[in-house]
């Protein structure tokens, strides 16, 4: 090739133009729209190109297909990395999908986002966030495998495959990325290897202002695989060893008992001239006079833009054929295991197909009434219990809560390598159990990386009021619409002595504000089993199901209208006495019990009054215009609503006459029985609460 470009072994002058074609492209692109960030998808083109051509298993014309390698831009500000990548493959971006970055309509938005371009895996952009959901993903195919395939040889097994990973030195910044790798070490997963673009550039400039560490030593003490290929070769000349970053993959590839940590050193933007290495290049357009000089030292024409020839594309999009024949070599083994393991076949089948098995509907218990009742964590529990020998797929655990969440499915062994084992929790590689310790950020991003791998259906579990230090990647889930399910329990003040720091207060609301999420928050132990079923069934986006400490009575449904309601988000539980409201009570969680025997004292004193249960908001909304009308007809406008948080979400059912019984601050410690009726949280409150209400009314 050249003296500053090392080719791997059968690459030809034809790949090394591919390279610089990838460079011009991404120059002219942020050109032309005026924003984006280009350095790092010039200097990194060899990278991408030698991952996308050379080494992933990956077919463009089927871009969902099972065996595939994963592939994770979780410096996904750098998006033409990989959408270069996925026109020159032929993934389904054509060059004036490329010309249109950014803008409205076009398949290259400003960061990869999989429900909107073929051929990308994950939404990224959060830093942070894409290489701790390949977290996820690396465990998730183990846990297929074991589902599946346990018996194989490594290697050997048609669920055998890796999830590559680009991260930039924002990613390894933030720290949702260190929990989530710590866990990996401690996992084990060979099947992980993580590319680290170490070009010492970040928006603000160099990052010895801020980011000083061994960062290599760290992923040694992790416990993964750490390896470095540097182009800069300590900074005397700049040699883009392509050859050397491949054999550090293979050589990667064969480490089985470790993820492996690839320090790739590079000058970002190299060879832009008058600009690589300089911070200038990794979120703005080079220019004019700088993209024009990329070219000249390219040897492309300076007056062209987006100039690709028919040579360089006719070769790069050969990789279908190569895919195909790699596609045929791995059908004949995964069809001899379908041949081999019938029952087993049949259960892969059934989880591509996201299908609910026989007997589902029948597993789950239902619950005696009884005035003392369960917590809704416990009932939860229980729940998970019934549904362990009917849904293998279904899998989760709990940022070390497993004991308060009742996330742990009752003699399932947990998913660790089997020399971690402890006295409490027994495990081998292909468990059940996930133990996440307290890496509630990392839980999020690897229940979505789970989830997104395809086949089984995560959860995880922690205090509600913990929800807080996963958020990024819940509105990240969220965004792309994962079906992941978020077991927040201890829901409220009914936490108890723990006090105000423990005591979630604003969450509710803050959590109900995110686009896209559901909020599911069960009044007793029968709604706990039906809001299980009806997540399941809806496969369709996250949902933070949020349950109780403490016990909540069990409702008796033959007075009360049945649990199953739940899956319409809100339902009448028990309607007026004469079928004609005055005033109705709307209540969700542990304060649907004193909605209750308020609707009892008011009747009692010849108010009709309608009882309605709203476990869901969101999934409330989803219901016709008729349906909800049925529910709160708008011709009752003495409402009330019942909740022990900020009622910020609520005002919109309660309009000018309506009343809050909520909690508008913090809360305090000593038991949940004193708190609720210290805050306000009484039949007598609500009794009152409606009363001004039909006096608002008119009533």
């Given at each position: 090739m050249t003296d500053t470009f090392k080719a791997p072994e059968g690459w030809t002058e034809l790949d090394k133009r591919a390279v610089d074609t990838v460079r011009v492209l991404a120059a002219d692109a942020v050109q032309k729209v005026g924003n984006g960030h280009p350095g790092t998808a010039v200097s990194l083109a060899p990278a991408a190109y030698l991952l996308y051509q050379d080494v992933m298993r990956h077919d463009p014309k089927d871009p969902s297909w099972l065996g595939r390698d994963r592939f994770v831009l979780s410096a996904g500000h750098s998006s033409l990395t990989q959408y270069i990548q996925l026109y020159l493959g032929g993934f389904g971006l054509e060059l004036e999908d490329i010309e249109a970055l950014r803008t409205w309509g076009s398949k290259t938005p400003g960061h990869?986002?999989?429900?909107?371009?073929?051929?990308?895996?994950?939404?990224?952009?959060?830093?942070?966030?894409?290489?701790?959901?390949?977290?996820?993903?690396?465990?998730?195919?183990?846990?297929?495998?074991?589902?599946?395939?346990?018996?194989?040889?490594?290697?050997?097994?048609?669920?055998?495959?890796?999830?590559?990973?680009?991260?930039?030195?924002?990613?390894?910044?933030?720290?949702?990325?260190?929990?989530?790798?710590?866990?990996?070490?401690?996992?084990?997963?060979?099947?992980?290897?993580?590319?680290?673009?170490?070009?010492?550039?970040?928006?603000?400039?160099?990052?010895?202002?801020?980011?000083?560490?061994?960062?290599?030593?760290?992923?040694e003490a992790y416990g993964w695989d750490v390896r470095t290929v540097d182009w800069t070769n300590g900074g005397t000349e700049y040699v883009e060893d392509v050859a050397a970053l491949k054999q550090a993959i293979v050589e990667a590839q064969g480490v089985t008992d470790k993820p492996t940590f690839i320090r790739l050193r590079t000058v970002i933007g190299w060879p832009t001239p008058g600009k690589a290495g300089s911070h200038s290049v990794h979120g703005s357009a080079l220019g004019d006079e700088a993209v024009a000089g990329l070219k000249k030292e390219l040897g492309f024409d300076p007056e062209k833009t987006f100039e690709v020839s028919d040579e360089v594309i006719a070769h790069t999009r050969a990789l279908a054929d190569r895919a195909a024949e790699q596609k045929a070599e791995w059908d004949k083994g995964y069809q001899a295991w379908r041949s081999a393991n019938a029952e087993k076949a049949a259960l892969l089948d059934r989880l591509q197909a996201r299908e609910l098995p026989e007997g589902f509907a029948e597993a789950f218990p239902t619950f005696e009434a009884d005035a003392k009742g369960v917590a809704t964590r416990a009932a939860s529990g229980?729940?998970?219990?019934?549904?362990?020998?009917?849904?293998?797929?279904?899998?989760?655990?709990?940022?070390?809560?497993?004991?308060?969440?009742?996330?742990?499915?009752?003699?399932?062994?947990?998913?660790?390598?089997?020399?971690?084992?402890?006295?409490?929790?027994?495990?081998?590689?292909?468990?059940?159990?996930?133990?996440?310790?307290?890496?509630?950020?990392?839980?999020?991003?690897?229940?979505?990386?789970?989830?997104?791998?395809?086949?089984?259906?995560?959860?995880?579990?922690?205090f509600f009021q913990f929800a807080d230090y996963m958020r990024g990647a819940v509105r990240l889930a969220s965004l792309m619409k994962v079906p992941a399910t978020y077991v927040w329990t201890h829901d409220s003040i009914g936490l108890g002595e723990d006090g105000p720091t423990h005591q979630p207060v604003e969450h509710l609301a803050a959590y109900r504000a995110i686009p896209n999420l559901s909020i599911v928050r069960p009044a007793d132990a029968n709604e706990t089993a039906q809001a299980w079923k009806a997540l399941l069934e809806r496969d369709n986006g996250p949902v933070g199901l949020i349950l109780s400490?403490?016990?909540?009575?069990?409702?008796?449904?033959?007075?009360?209208?049945?649990?199953?309601?739940?899956?319409?988000?809100?339902y009448v539980l028990k309607d007026a006495s004469n079928g004609a409201p005055e005033v109705i009570l709307i209540a969700t969680g542990s304060e649907v019990q004193y909605a209750v025997e308020a609707q009892k004292q008011l009747e009692a004193e010849g108010t009709p009054t309608r009882l309605v249960s709203m476990p869901s908001v969101e999934w409330f909304d989803e219901q016709s215009d008729e349906y909800k009308e049925s529910v709160l007809p708008s011709s009752v406008t003495a409402r009330v609503t019942v909740e022990a948080g900020i009622a910020m979400p609520w005002y919109r059912f309660l309009g000018t006459a309506g009343r809050a019984v909520s909690l508008e601050h913090y809360g305090a410690s000593a038991d949940a029985k004193t708190l609720f009726t210290e805050f306000g949280f009484t039949a007598e409150a609500v009794v009152a609460a409606a009363k001004e209400s039909l006096a608002a009314a008119g009533a």
């Open positions: 990869p986002e999989n429900f909107h371009t073929k051929g990308v895996e994950i939404t990224t952009g959060p830093l942070g966030q894409g290489i701790s959901s390949a977290v996820g993903m690396a465990m998730a195919q183990r846990r297929e495998r074991g589902l599946l395939d346990p018996e194989a040889a490594a290697g050997e097994s048609p669920f055998d495959h890796f999830t590559y990973v680009i991260a930039s030195d924002g990613d390894l910044e933030e720290g949702v990325s260190s929990e989530a790798s710590s866990l990996a070490g401690t996992q084990k997963l060979g099947n992980l290897i993580v590319l680290w673009d170490d070009n010492e550039i970040s928006i603000e400039g160099d990052t010895s202002i801020a980011f000083t560490e061994d960062t290599a030593a760290r992923y229980t729940v998970l219990e019934k549904l362990a020998p009917v849904l293998p797929e279904l899998w989760g655990g709990s940022a070390d809560l497993a004991g308060s969440n009742n996330t742990t499915m009752k003699g399932e062994p947990s998913f660790i390598p089997a020399e971690y084992s402890s006295s409490e929790f027994a495990g081998d590689e292909y468990g059940r159990t996930l133990h996440f310790g307290i890496r509630e950020h990392a839980m999020g991003a690897i229940l979505s990386g789970i989830s997104l791998h395809g086949l089984t259906r995560p959860y995880g579990g922690t400490r403490q016990a909540l009575p069990t409702l008796d449904r033959s007075e009360y209208a049945g649990a199953e309601g739940l899956a319409q988000g809100g």
